[in-house]
Nanobody, 116 residues
Framework: QVQLVESGGGLVQPGGSLRLSCAASGIIFSINVMGWFRQAPGKDREFVGHIMWNGDNIYYANSVKGRFTISRDNAKNTVYLQMNSLKPEDTAVYYC?????????WGQGTQVTVSS
């Protein structure tokens, strides 16, 4: 099993920035990819971006490309989501996600609200 714990959500004004963190524990070696999804009220959960655990490939949804940056710290088993130029439509619960041959794992979610 893999456990994921997110932190860093909150309220920010449009144009502002936030950084989310996701710390993984458990069977870390079973993870191939880690990343983020989000779910706004009344909408389906959508892909934000992910990073390969052993490699440099990073993928982003078109809606966040150029504004969000995913990075990782393998020594801390942590993935980060740096969010800049935030828009009201970025408001959602953000979920950390990990996947590998043993299955898919989700964090508990952290609320991000972009509002003036």
């Amino acid at each position: 099993q893999v456990q994921l714990v997110e932190s860093g959500g909150g309220l920010v004004q449009p144009g502002g920035s936030l950084r989310l963190s996701c710390a993984a524990s458990g069977i870390i070696f079973s993870i191939n990819v880690m990343g983020w999804f989000r779910q706004a009220p009344g909408k389906d959960r959508e892909f934000v971006g992910h990073i390969m655990w052993n490699g440099d490939n990073i993928y982003y949804a078109n809606s966040v490309k150029g504004r969000f940056t995913i990075s990782r710290d393998n020594a801390k088993n942590t993935v980060y989501l740096q969010m800049n130029s935030l828009k009201p439509e970025d408001t959602a619960v953000y979920y950390c996600h990990a996947a590998g041959p043993r299955g898919r794992y989700w964090g508990q979610g952290t609320q991000v609200t972009v509002s003036s």
